[in-house]
């Protein structure tokens, strides 16, 4: 179950981001030193309200509500506001997490479909695209969240599908100078192909999906990057 919230922070573009926004690579390795034993830190506060409240609160497990224990807790133990600033502090964080999350959206399409498709386009004509982008994406995700019944599946749910195609190519790229556009793309799309095997029946067995996936990508991005460097070789 954490397998995939793992593997998507290891590659996830809102945390490359911040990385990027520093002035230096010292920077950046003290900026993500720090931040992993913050959110390290701060982690284990829900994790031990959450044990609290299975025992508090029994009926909301078994029911399938487990996902308002948190809310739960503070409204019954907090005194007075105390409770709404918290749920208030909860909202912030994951807004905080929303809009990054919709600019690298937004940065995806792009560069990854619009500008490849598009030609060369102004820079004030980027702006304005990445806005509608931005837009569109933004109430989608809002009309999905209306339609869902529980927000920790659902966070789940996307977090395996994205690290099933992306999370190879990103590693291998970053780790491997021999890696190239090709063998990524592969790697992405046969990674992809397997969870959704999954997704229409097929049985892994005991293996976690993501693991599978994680493999096939990695076989692919490595076969077909050796295979058409070398083919690029002896075209030179």
């Known amino acids: ?26 920077e950046a390795r ?17 994790c031990i309200i959450g044990f ?48 990054s999350n919709l600019s690298a959206a937004a940065s995806h399409f792009m560069n990854d479909i619009y500008l490849p498709l598009g030609g060369t386009v102004t820079e004030k004509r980027k702006l304005v695209i990445s806005r509608i982008a931005t837009a569109v ?30 999370f190879i190519p990103i590693v291998v790229g970053a780790l491997w100078k021999g890696a190239n556009k090709t063998g990524a793309a592969w790697g992405l799309i046969l990674g992809f192909a397997v969870y959704v095997a999954e997704l229409m029946g097929v049985d892994y067995g005991n293996i976690p999906g993501e693991m599978i ?16 460097n070398k083919k690029n070789r002896g075209r030179k």
Do not use: W
Not at 61 to 70: D, K, R, T, V, Y
């Open 52 to 99: 609290a409240g299975r025992i508090d609160f029994p009926g909301l497990a078994e029911s399938g509500e487990s996902n308002m224990i948190l809310g739960k807790m503070a409204l019954e133990y907090l005194p007075g506001m105390a409770g709404g600033i918290f749920l208030c502090a909860c909202l912030a964080a994951i807004l905080s997490t929303a809009d």
């Open 137 to 166: 994406m933004g109430f989608g995700a809002v009309f999905v969240s209306f339609n869902i019944e529980n927000i920790v599946t659902a966070m789940l749910a996307s977090y395996t599908i994205y690290v099933s195609g992306a």
């Open 30 to 46: 003290k900026c993500a030193v720090i931040s992993s034993i913050i959110a390290f830190t701060i982690s284990l506060a829900p």
């Open 213 to 228: 996936s994680a493999a096939a990508g990695l076989a692919a991005t490595l076969i077909v990057s050796l295979a058409t």
């Open 1 to 26: 179950m954490c397998t995939p919230a793992v593997m998507y922070t290891l590659i996830g573009q809102e945390s490359y981001q911040r990385l990027y926004a520093c002035k230096n690579i010292h």
